[in-house]
C-alpha cells in the first residue's frame, strides 16, 4: 500500500519571512509604539501608577448624607466606613424606621461617591480604557 503523502509546508526562519535580513525588527506587527520592550516598560509604568493611585484613595474621604445633613456617613476611597454621624434630633426611639432609612441612604451616598471617586482616579491612570479586574 502506497504511502499518502501529506503537504506540510514548513517555514524556515530566515529566508521567506518577509523581513530584510530574515528577522522581524523588535517590535514588528504591533501597532503603534506598543512594540518590543517599549510595551513592557509602559506596563509597568501603568502598574505602579495604579498602585500608587490605590493607595492615595485608601487616604481620601467622601461624606454620604441624608435628611438634610442630620445622618453622615463618612467613607474611603476602598468604600470603607470611617465614622458615622447623627444629630441628636434624628435619633427618635419612637421612629427607628426614619434613622433606618436615613442610614441606608446616607450610605448609598457614601457608597456612590466612594467609587466616582476611584473611577475618576484610576481613569486618570488608564486613560479611561476599561481593564478587566479593576471594577471601574
Given at each position: 500500500m502506497a504511502k499518502k503523502s501529506k503537504n506540510i509546508r514548513r517555514r524556515r526562519s530566515g529566508a521567506g519571512s518577509g523581513f530584510a535580513g530574515g528577522k522581524a525588527?523588535?517590535?514588528?506587527?504591533l501597532p503603534g509604539s506598543l512594540g518590543g520592550g517599549n510595551l513592557m516598560s509602559q506596563v509597568r509604568k501603568m502598574q505602579e501608577e495604579m498602585e500608587k493611585a490605590q493607595e492615595e484613595l485608601g487616604n481620601e474621604e467622601v461624606v454620604g448624607s441624608s435628611?438634610?445633613?442630620?445622618?453622615?456617613?463618612?467613607m474611603d476611597g476602598h468604600q470603607a466606613v470611617k465614622a458615622v454621624r447623627l444629630k441628636p434630633e434624628v435619633v427618635d426611639p419612637d421612629d427607628v424606621e426614619m434613622l433606618q432609612d436615613l442610614l441606608l441612604a446616607a450610605l448609598n451616598d457614601a457608597t456612590e461617591k466612594a467609587k466616582?471617586?476611584?473611577?475618576?482616579r484610576l481613569g486618570d491612570v488608564t486613560g479611561g480604557v476599561n481593564i478587566p479586574g479593576l471594577g471601574l
Open positions: 525588527p523588535a517590535g514588528a506587527g435628611g438634610g445633613g442630620m445622618v453622615e456617613i463618612v466616582a471617586l476611584a473611577d475618576e
